[in-house]
């Protein structure tokens, strides 16, 4: 009797059922939890994205009606596959003298990949894969050229 006392006191580990109960747990919650996660994580992308484009179009937007500038924006900003360059007008001025780095922000969301917008002197157009989904998020509509 007084040896089975002996064993009760000294044993202070967890059992082997124990700790895979736990592991069992820790599995159930991660894979509840984990595509919301992943939703959350697409979703700040995306509004990073959004912010990113919007800063480029306000900057083209304060160039344009600057009267020292006097200049109608032309040209494009476009993104393929994630990359923004620009493309001939005077857009790339416009950012420069924004103070906008030479190398534009990376679209790292999946919903913005691909989009053209286009400076006109009445306006912008948004166009491609994800244009118009763009111009809706941004609360912009997309003129003729």
Request: aromatic share 6%; charged share 15%; glycine share 8%.
């Amino acid at each position: 009797m007084n040896n089975l006392k002996e064993q009760k006191l000294n044993n202070k580990g967890f059992s082997l059922v124990e700790l895979i109960i736990v592991i069992a747990i820790m599995a159930v919650l991660i894979g509840v939890l984990a595509p919301q996660y992943l939703k959350y994580v697409e979703r700040s992308r995306q509004s990073a994205d959004i912010d990113n484009v919007n800063q480029m179009i306000s900057a083209v937007e304060i160039f344009a009606a600057d009267p020292v500038e006097g200049a109608t924006v032309t040209g494009k900003i476009e993104c393929t596959s994630g990359a923004v360059t620009t493309n001939g007008g005077n857009v790339r001025d416009a950012l420069d003298a924004a103070g906008l780095p030479a190398t534009l922000p990376k679209m790292k969301s999946s919903a913005y990949q691909t989009w053209t917008l286009e400076f006109h002197a009445n306006g912008i157009q948004f166009t491609g894969t994800n244009g118009t989904d763009l111009a809706t998020a941004l609360g912009r509509t997309s003129v003729a050229p």
